[in-house]
C-alpha cells in the first residue's frame, strides 16, 4: 500500500483491484463531448468520527503485524517513527484540490490520531513531490504514488537504491521521508495517495489481506484513513513507545496503550483471522494485477478461490476471492459470475464492517439487473448503496452507483427522476474519474448495460 499500484481495470464499474508490490517498498481513451453539461466537482466534506468496533486484544495482534514486517514478509527488528514535530511540504507541481485535501487529511490525523502533524514552507520531516504520472513509472513501472525514506526528491530515488538507503529495515528513527504523488490523474487517485502514503510514512508499512476495516489491505476497499487505522496512528506515537523498540518490548506495552486509547475495546470478543497463506496473497495479485494475459489471470482467480475455500474462510477474504473470480469470469459465464456475486454478497453483509466492500458487489449485481431490463430489481440492489459510498468518501463508486440508479429509473419510465439523479452523479464522478472525456465514458458504458437503448 505504501507503494500504491496502477491497477488493472477488469470491468470498469469503479473496480478496487490490488496488484503486486515491490518486494521492498512499502506501498496503491477520449469520447465525443456530447451528452450532458458537466457540473461543477464535488468534494467531501468533514465525517462524522466512528468508533473503532473491535476487540484490543485483535488490534494489538494487528499493530505488531503491521509495525513490524515489510509487504514482502520480510521482518523488521525494531519499531521507527518520527519523534518529535511533524512537518510536511508540498513540491513539484500540486494539481488543484490537492492542497486542500492534504489539510483535510492533516486535520485529521491532528484530530483522531493526536499527531502533532502540519504543513510546512520550509524544512520538513515529509516532503510530497507532485510529477508526472510517466515519471513515477521510469521509476517503478507499476505504481501510482509511493513513499521512500532518505531523500526528497524522485531523482534521487535510484541512487538511494544503489547505496542501500531506501531500505526501510536500516532505519534507526524516521527524519527524512520523501512521498511520490502523481499531478495528472483524478482527485479521488490524488487524494488516494495522500491518505494512503501519508499513512505509512509515518506509521506501519505492512499490509494485511485479513483487516476488513483498513488502507492497511491491498484489496484497495477502502480509499481514505478509517477509524482503525487513525487508531493506529495514534497508539504508534503513544508517549510509551519510541523509535528503536523491539517487537517484544512494544507488546509489553500494547494493551494498557490500547485500554487507554480504546477503552470500548476491552471486554469485546477477539475474532482472531487465521493468517493469510502467500499462495493466496500471490494468486489474487496474479488474478488482479497487470502483466498476465486474461486466461492467466482467470487462472490466477480460480486458484485464490479454491485455496479460500480449502483454508475453511467464512471471512471477508473468502468473498473477496467469489468477487475477483466473478469479474474475470463474467463475460464468458454470466450466470457462473451471477453465483459468486451473490456468494459475495452474503459474506459482505453478515458483518457491518464489510458494508461498503457490500456496495461494490451491488453495483455489479445491479449492473446485471440493469442488462436483463430488471430496472426494479436494480434499484432494489441499490437501496442505500449510494449513501454508503458517500459516508465512505469514495468519489467514483458514488458516481458509478447514481448512474446505474439512474439507468434503472429510465426503464422503469421515471424519466425526469432519471435526469435528477444523473445529474447528481456527474459531480460526483468529476471527483472520481477526473477529466470530461472520462466522466462522459462512463456514462456511456453504463448506458450500454440498457437493452432499452441498445435494442437487445
Known sequence: ????????????????????????????????????????????GEAPLRPVTRANAEIARDFLDLAFALESGRSLQ?????????????????????????????????????LDIARSTGAAGITIQAVPGASIRRYLPQAACFVV?????????????????????????????????????????????????????????????????????DDNIHTVLTPFDML?????????????????????????????????????????????????????????GPGASPAARTRAAGRALAIAESEGWTDHRLAFSHYAYARLTQGRNAESALTHYRKARAIYAARPETEIHNAYVAAQLAAHSIARGDGAGALRLLRGQPELARRYENGALLASLLMLRAEALDQLGRSAEARAVRRDSLGWARFGFGPEWAVRAKLSEIASLNPQRTGG
Open 1 to 44: 500500500m505504501g507503494l500504491r499500484l496502477v491497477a488493472l481495470a477488469l470491468l470498469t464499474l469503479s473496480a478496487c483491484a490490488p496488484v503486486a508490490t515491490g518486494p521492498e517498498t512499502p506501498s496503491r481513451a477520449a469520447t465525443t463531448q456530447s451528452g450532458p453539461r458537466m457540473p461543477p466537482m464535488k468534494v467531501f
Open 78 to 114: 525494531r519499531l521507527t517513527r518520527f519523534e518529535g514535530p511533524i512537518r510536511v511540504r508540498v513540491t513539484g507541481a500540486p494539481p488543484p484540490g490537492m492542497s486542500a485535501e492534504l489539510d483535510r487529511v492533516l486535520a485529521r490525523m491532528r484530530r483522531e490520531a493526536g
Open 149 to 217: 525514506p532518505n531523500i526528497t526528491r524522485l531523482s534521487q530515488y535510484s541512487a538511494a537504491r544503489r547505496r542501500n538507503l531506501s531500505d526501510w529495515a536500516g532505519l534507526d528513527e524516521r527524519e527524512t521521508i520523501a512521498i511520490f504523488i502523481p499531478n495528472d490523474v483524478s482527485p479521488q487517485e490524488v487524494r488516494d495517495c495522500l491518505h494512503e502514503e501519508l499513512a505509512q510514512a509515518l506509521g506501519p508499512l505492512n499490509d494485511l489481506y485479513r483487516l476488513p476495516d483498513s488502507v492497511f489491505n
Open 232 to 288: 493506529i496512528l495514534r497508539a504508534y506515537y503513544d508517549p510509551a513507545l519510541h523509535s528503536g523498540m523491539s517487537r517484544d518490548e512494544v507488546a509489553a506495552r500494547l494493551p494498557a496503550i490500547l485500554a487507554r486509547l480504546n477503552p470500548g475495546g476491552e471486554g469485546r470478543p477477539a475474532r482472531f483471522l487465521p493468517e493469510t497463506p502467500r499462495a493466496w496473497t500471490d494468486a489474487i495479485q496474479n488474478a488482479l
